[in-house]
């Protein structure tokens, strides 16, 4: 059936639903139901109502990051409508997949913002392979944008957008202490304050934390691969599998928040070390090899809502510093890529420091009646000054010297990966609000990026907003996007697995999207979410292993949201998402996004002073890549249990949390490879896992 058909009936059949009684207004009524989940800034900059936003959004708050037992930002996306989150065998990092859309390895289609910094690096185009995770002490609110955003965020904002909102003085109103602990050697505390200092408002927050990751056992790597091509010439093997996934980490989170009437000042610190590397850099299984990513924000801005008469405006600047090391055995000792033996193993020692800095302006005008309308620009640097590289092996994968420890050499100068390289960026964006009718509202916007190293691009989205009936509003919402190359897509050198190419286009995506919610009573809602999209220019590697423009996707799907609390004490919500994409290459599925999701979550307060909350999560229909004889990927569900009790007059706050509790066996797939599969039986996620959180607040 026809996307349009979809349509027509899921709107029919709303319509026909709806009792037509009312008299709250739906503000009034998501208030009293949903508080201020129900409604979304991300969308259009300004906050309305969820089902009324100019795009398919999702809100996760604080209160559900508690009831949840979550404490790293993982656990909370993967309840989102149309996004999984799954991994990449190197360094274990996420890849968030939205409705199909995923990298191989790396996650460039996703942007992230915290307080509105964009947490992309320029390397590689995501957060960074050091990224570590993100813990959730300090975290307000998360706003999940399911599609384009480019015409109001820019660059990355492609298959979808994450806006992650950290606590000021006000959310934290006093002082809290915390401290987590449980499987797999997890440990960590948290500090948080919020207050004033004389006319300053001031939120402050510490958070230490470290784990082993829980690594399941690696059956077969990349080098069991080697060993079975070389064993035919009587080569011993040297494989180290099977053994566990390095998935262990040590991570350091800090945020200072100073607001002075109109100003107000953020600055945050984030540093993981003993990195370890998931599957394998190489996707050969490294337990000695330790990465390190350093990165250091701040951001200055100065908002006055009412500069002029129906005027707000916003003017911010912010300076972003990142560095990332790594020291890695890419292979084992022993190994043999063709040109000699390893005696230590084949080692590389990378780094990479880069900054970035933007000043951008934005005013809001309301001097029209029935008009918002947003205009806004800005200008970035993205410098990558410095790179260093010391390795043990030359380009054609042959040993230096015996390839052992005191072989690695300082190549930077000589043959590095890559050398500094920096872009600016220019751009500036149009945005109109418009109440063109009782009942009706049209978001129009267009924005215009000039990058000094591929060109120019521009990106407009329409979103039509009807309120059907008092308790049913649909939209209709047309977008664009583009993901701007990576510098590693562009500038990649004396690689013998994949060279860059200055000539690079961006991606662009465009998507159409249907969308209904239905407030089937004050404490019941329904959401029916239908998209269609079409990728093209994608970066990918040719024949000759160079980058190039030569990709296309398509894709559709259905997402069927619920929320609904019987009464004071029980709340339920749950979603279903299916998508079928197409690789035009192939006219088949791309492989390794799950074609079909389900989520379904129940929080019961049976007393006051307690909580319980159950997740039950089912992903399924994954394929493999073309030219992957393997079988499909297992379906797997999982479950998740967290208990909580405040005592003291809710001074004290204990949680105890089991993830996994039925201790499934969980995977996400392998990529697939030649002349061999690299890990041929899949990424297996952690078992059973039971953490306790303990916190205290003055």
């Known amino acids: 059936m026809q996307l349009y058909q979809f349509t027509v009936l899921g709107l029919a059949a709303m319509l026909a639903l709806s009792p037509r009684a009312a008299e709250l207004s739906e503000e009034e009524e998501l208030a009293m139901a949903f508080g201020d989940k129900s409604f979304v800034s991300i969308a259009t900059g300004s906050k309305v109502p969820v089902a ?36 990449s065998p190197v360094l274990n990092a996420p890849i968030y997949t939205f409705r199909g859309v995923r990298g191989t390895l790396t996650n460039p289609q996703v942007l992230m913002l915290v307080n509105g910094i964009p947490q992309t690096r320029i390397y590689a ?10 813990p959730l002490w300090n975290v307000a609110r998360i706003e999940v944008i399911r599609g384009p ?25 006093g002082t809290e202490f915390g401290a987590r602990a449980g499987s797999f050697d997890t440990a960590g505390a948290w500090w948080l304050h919020g ?6 408002e001031v939120a402050g927050y510490l958070s230490l934390s470290r784990t082993d990751g829980g690594g399941r056992t690696i059956s077969a790597d990349a080098q069991t691969g080697l060993d079975a091509i ?27 928040d100073l607001t002075l009437d109109r100003w107000r000042f953020r600055t945050s610190y984030k540093r993981v070390f003993d990195l370890e590397s998931g599957a394998g850099v190489a996707q050969a299984l490294d337990p000695t090899g330790r990465n390190t990513g350093q990165r250091i924000d701040a951001d200055l801005s100065w908002h006055d809502a009412a500069l002029a008469a129906d005027w707000d405006v916003l003017l911010r600047a912010y300076v972003s510093r990142y560095d990332e090391s790594s020291r890695l055995t890419l292979f084992p000792a022993g190994t043999n890529l063709g040109g000699g033996f390893f005696q230590d193993g084949m080692i590389g020692a990378p780094a990479k420091w880069e900054h970035q800095a933007r000043a951008e302006a934005t005013a809001v005008y309301t001097g029209v009646e029935g008009h918002r309308v947003r205009l806004g620009a800005g200008y970035t640097n993205q410098d990558m000054y410095r790179l260093h590289e010391a390795k043990n092996f030359n380009p054609d994968f042959s040993p230096i010297g015996s390839g052992s420890w005191g072989d690695v050499t300082d190549v930077t100068d000589t043959v590095p990966f890559m050398r500094p390289h920096q872009r600016n960026v220019v751009h500036a964006y149009l945005q109109d609000e418009w109440a063109i009718a009782k009942d009706w509202a049209l978001t129009a916007g267009v924005r215009h990026d000039r990058y000094s190293d591929f060109g120019a691009t521009t990106h407009p989205r329409v979103a039509l907003v009807w309120e059907a009936a008092y308790d049913i509003t649909a939209k209709l919402l047309y977008g664009t996007a583009f993901r701007a190359p990576a510098f590693s897509e562009l500038y990649l050198i004396n690689n013998p697995t994949a060279i860059g190419n200055p000539s690079l286009s961006p991606e662009k995506m465009r998507t159409l999207e249907a969308a209904w919610s239905w407030q089937a009573a004050p404490n019941a809602r329904l959401g029916l979410n239908l998209f269609r999209y079409q990728l093209t220019g994608l970066i990918r590697l040719d024949s000759s292993l160079v980058y190039q423009n030569q990709g296309e996707q398509t894709g559709r799907g259905v997402e069927l949201e619920a929320e609904w609390e019987p009464n004071r004490q029980l709340r339920f ?15 088949r599925d791309p492989g390794l996004a799950p074609r079909q999701r389900a989520y379904l979550r129940a929080d019961w307060q049976p007393l006051r002073s307690w909580q319980a909350n159950a997740q039950v999560n089912w992903v399924a229909d994954r394929k493999r890549q073309s030219g992957d004889s393997r079988p499909e990927i297992a379906d797997y569900t999982t479950v998740d249990l967290t208990l909580r009790t405040r005592t003291g007059d809710g001074a004290w706050d204990l949680a105890l949390s089991a993830r996994n509790l039925f201790d499934a066996d969980a995977r996400e797939p392998a990529p697939y490879g030649v002349p061999y599969v690299s890990i041929p039986n899949d990424l297996p996620l952690p078992g059973r896992a039971i953490y306790v959180t303990l916190a205290y607040r003055l």
Request: aromatic content about 6%; glycine content about 14%; hydrophobic content about 45%.
């Open 52 to 87: 009324r936003a100019a795009s398919v959004a999702t809100v996760i708050t604080a209160e559900d990051i508690r009831a949840m037992g979550a404490a790293d930002l993982d656990e909370v996306l993967e309840t989102v409508p149309g996004l999984h989150v799954s991994r």
């Open 125 to 134: 185009g995501d957060r960074g392979l050091n990224w570590g995770g993100l």
């Open 149 to 173: 955003g480019s015409a109001l965020y820019g660059a990355d904002a492609y298959s979808g957008v994450i806006s992650i909102q950290t606590k000021g003085a006000a959310e934290i109103d």
């Open 195 to 200: 207050g004033r200092w004389g006319d300053v």
């Open 230 to 256: 070389f064993g035919a010439f009587g080569v011993p093997p040297v494989s180290l599998a099977p053994a566990p996934m390095n998935n262990g980490y040590k991570l350091i989170d800090a945020a200072l």
């Open 573 to 587: 919500a749950g979603h279903y998402a299916i998508q079928h994409s197409t690789d035009a290459r192939t006219d």
